[in-house]
């Protein structure tokens, strides 16, 4: 992609996501009703990771592409001590201390940025979390932030990516500038950055009408 695609690209999803609501059916795009089997299957997820002592210590976790904190507040806050939200949209990041309530105590750091432009600290995280919003990267700088998150990362840190999949190829939305790649794009990239693959699961109890929704864990 040439630099003033990638520039428009990019633009258009801060445009679109800068005029959706603050809420958490604008953070799910009218599905909020998804939320609760969302979040008690990352759960589980989380339950599986710590029981198996795969996950080391429960102190920091990153949640990227925040929003207004729908996971921050209903998963990592219950798993780790404190967060830090990092989304490109700063209407969401104001609107989170309100969302979070008293809850915004433990959130340590709001970044407004980018993922492709932010370069977490060196062996921070004990969990870094990416929920929703890797398909408004492109695959090159995916794979570049994908490697900054790896040595963002704690020893026996872990990192997660549940993400919409498409069957056959990826699919381009021209609504909101974003892709939605298939299981092996997704597997590719993943290995390009470097990470091993521990485990992939798909997410139950979705409306069978929406996208394919995959958690993957990777360390
Ligand atoms: C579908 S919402 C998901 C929000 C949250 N992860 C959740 O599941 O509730 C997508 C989020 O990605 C953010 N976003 C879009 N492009 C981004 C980028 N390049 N860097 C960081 N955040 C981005 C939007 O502002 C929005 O908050």
């Known amino acids: 992609m040439n ?3 990638k520039m428009k690209f990019y633009e258009l999803s801060e445009d679109y996501w800068a005029k959706q609501p603050a809420t958490v059916n604008g953070m799910l795009g009218g599905f909020d009703f998804v939320s609760q089997a969302d979040i008690d299957q ?3 997820v989380l ?3 710590k029981s198996s002592k795969k996950l080391g210590e429960t102190k920091l976790a990153l949640d990227c592409g925040a ?19 990092v989304d490109v949209t700063e209407g969401f990041i104001s609107k989170a201390k309100e969302y979070l309530d008293m809850d915004s105590a433990r959130v340590v750091k709001f970044h407004v940025c980018a993922l492709q432009n ?5 062996n921070r995280y004990d969990c870094i979390w990416i929920q929703w919003v890797l398909g408004y ?9 994908l490697k900054r998150c790896k040595l963002a990362l704690k020893q026996n840190g872990i990192c997660v990516i549940k993400e919409n999949l498409s069957k056959d190829e990826r699919e381009f939305d021209e609504e909101d500038s974003s892709y ?3 299981k092996s794009e997704f597997v590719n990239i993943i290995h390009k ?3 091993r693959l521990v485990k992939d699961e798909k997410q139950r109890n979705f409306p069978k009408e929406l996208y394919e929704v995959r958690i993957f864990v990777l360390q």
Do not use: C, Y
Request: aromatic share 10%; hydrophobic share 40%; proline share 2%.
């Open 137 to 145: 990267l492109t695959d090159a700088d995916l794979v570049d932030f």
């Open 193 to 195: 950055a470097g990470w």
């Open 42 to 44: 990352s759960q589980s």
């Open 3 to 5: 630099a003033e695609k």
């Open 67 to 85: 929003g207004i904190g729908r996971i921050t507040k209903n998963l990592l806050l219950n798993n780790f001590e404190s967060v830090e939200m």
């Open 180 to 182: 939605t790649r298939t």
């Open 47 to 49: 339950d599986w990771l």
């Open 118 to 122: 932010f370069h977490p600290e060196v």
